[in-house]
């Protein structure tokens, strides 16, 4: 997904700036204990996020920021829980499978029920899949259901009725779901954000209108939000009356506030208005022997994105040279330790450590033994770049887009002063906008080289190679390669009950687009640091999808 989700994406900030705030917490003062042990009782936190949400519409969001706070007040078949454990979410109880693993039946919860006292029905799944896959929507994510549910690549490409989708409501409380294929990860996107269902009544009557403030909203999930105008930076939770499981769920209220420096965070923590605060390199090197430092692995790799095609006419890195030139000019191993320094760690592939493993043997390993990626290679860089002017000319301007926050722009300055020492002629400008501008600039494809990222949708590597298919609506750099679209394609057919043939298909579809198109230069593979009061308990952090979950979290 646009994390940075670019979506993913993966749509996607630099470094996640999440602050957990319980008013009164985090100072070690006698008197701030007491305040934290009597805000404890009125179960109350605070939470800093780094970007505005850009939409509330599940089938619409593309950005973590969404997807996390759709995940508070929205609910699927599955959720994320412990450790990504996957939980019974609305459905009732595990689904009857049919023998060709095709067909899978849920019941749903009798109790459960929209905000506004509706149940929640077969029909609503029906409806929340049936717009996603719409091609009159135009929903970015549609793609998850391609070559997965049956009809939808038909349907996407208008050659079948969306009413064909393989989802029925059989009654009001069974959903019938019906699959091209067989899907190992399936849960995976039972419990994602693009597959939740929405309410086909509601959503008529509020029209355009639907998901852009919290007053155009009904929920299913453990929170309704409140006090969201559609673009604010603040935000609210609140307990759920109407949902199936309230009586577990602890928290009455989580107060959101958008902050993009992190000293801003750490103030708050620091005077013990904040619980928790994600750091950004400065502070993760003051704070590294804090015993209240936690770190937290993720499955989101960024990346610089090369445009070969702006406003109709090609770029500088329509030329494989150029591209190949700028993937090996910039010291990835300095930039984490330097300017992140939060415990990331440097990668040469797309699809992240700790995703997907067959028979033991993780993914990267498996790809860099059958390949050798390109690195920074300060000599290499050079030769492509010599090569390059020879064909576009001895001066090339590129700009380089990114986030305004603090950690987006030293990294944006870091690759600039890198590409530009490294490639004599090259001019880098750097175009630093709100994390809205820059997902619209992005679908746009309004740019040269985009510093981005993308967190995993699902446990399997297609969550982040299915993005650079011919024609996708993630990537947008105008990059097409028959060999790709042939491999990623028989993944989701012909090789599809072959987990061996497909694990291969994998490795030489990253293959093709790193090491021999080099149509993205992938930078490193995330993880945060992070200052937590150990008195916030059970807020789950996940490897993929949302970035938390708040239903089973309390203050101790």
């Not at 989700?5 to 900030?13: D, G």
């Not at 996107?189 to 009557?205: D, H, I, M, R, S």
């Amino acid at each position: 997904m646009k994390k940075f989700k670019a979506s993913v994406v993966m749509a996607i900030v630099l470094v996640v700036g999440l602050v957990l705030a319980a008013c009164g917490g985090g100072s070690s003062s006698s008197s701030d204990k007491k305040e934290s042990s009597k805000e404890t009782k009125e179960q109350k936190i605070s939470l800093l996020e780094s970007s505005q949400i850009s939409t509330m519409d599940s089938v619409m969001a593309t950005d973590t920021v969404s997807f996390t706070a759709m995940d508070q007040v929205f609910e699927g078949l599955y959720t994320l829980g412990k450790d990504d454990k996957y939980e019974l979410g609305v459905a009732a109880e595990e689904p009857k499978i049919s023998d060709d693993n095709k067909k899978y039946t849920f019941k749903l919860r009798e109790d459960a029920k929209w905000s506004n006292g509706d149940d929640v029905t077969a029909a609503d799944f029906v409806f929340g899949w049936q717009k996603a896959v719409n091609p009159e929507t135009g929903s970015q994510y549609a793609y998850m259901f391609d070559g997965v549910v049956e009809n939808a690549s038909d349907i996407m490409t208008k050659k079948k009725a969306v009413d064909t989708l393989g989802v029925k409501a059989i009654d009001d409380k069974t959903l019938e779901i019906t699959l091209e294929r067989p899907i190992t990860y399936i849960n995976s996107l039972y419990a994602f954000g693009t597959f939740l269902p929405q309410n086909e009544k509601y959503v008529k009557a509020q029209g355009k209108e639907y998901g852009k403030t919290s007053e155009n909203i009904i929920y299913n999930g453990a929170f309704k939000m409140k006090d969201w105008d559609g673009s604010g930076d603040t935000w609210e939770y609140v307990k759920n009356d109407k949902y199936w499981d309230a009586k577990n769920v602890k928290l009455e209220s989580a107060k959101i506030n958008v902050v993009k420096q992190p000293s801003t965070g750490i103030n708050l923590y620091t005077k013990g208005e904040a619980d928790a605060v994600t750091l950004s390199a400065e502070y993760a090197k003051q704070y590294a022997n804090d015993k209240n430092r936690i770190s937290v692995p993720q499955a989101s790799v960024f990346y610089l994105k090369f445009n070969q095609k702006r406003d109709g006419k090609e770029t500088a890195l329509a030329n494989k040279n150029v591209r190949t030139a700028v993937a090996q000019a910039f010291d990835k191993e300095a930039y984490v330790k330097n300017i992140l320094a939060n415990g990331s760690v440097a990668t040469d592939q797309e699809v992240p450590e700790g995703l997907a493993t067959l028979e033991g043997e993780d993914f990267t390993k498996a790809a860099a033994s059958a390949n050798d990626y390109l690195t920074y290679d300060v000599k290499a860089a050079q030769k492509a770049w010599e090569a390059a002017k020879k064909e576009v000319g001895d001066k090339v301007t590129l700009e380089l887009l990114s986030d305004d926050t603090d950690n987006a722009k030293s990294s944006s300055q870091y690759m600039k002063d890198q590409l530009e020492k490294n490639l004599p002629g090259l001019t880098v400008s750097l175009k630093n906008v709100p994390f809205n501008n820059r997902v619209d600039l992005d679908s746009k494809s309004d740019f040269d080289i985009e510093l981005s990222g993308w967190g995993a949708d699902f446990q399997d590597p297609m969550t982040f190679l299915d993005l650079y298919v011919t024609g996708g609506t993630n990537a947008n750099i105008n990059y097409s390669n028959k060999e790709y679209d042939a491999l990623i394609t028989a993944n989701k057919t012909t090789d599809a009950a072959d987990p061996a043939k497909r694990w291969d298909n994998f490795i030489k579809a990253q293959n093709i687009l790193i090491n021999e198109d080099v149509a993205i230069a992938p930078i490193y593979q995330r993880s945060l640091s992070i200052l937590q009061n150990p008195d916030i308990k059970d807020m789950y952090r996940h490897n993929f999808g949302a970035d938390y979950s708040l239903k089973a979290a309390y203050v101790k």
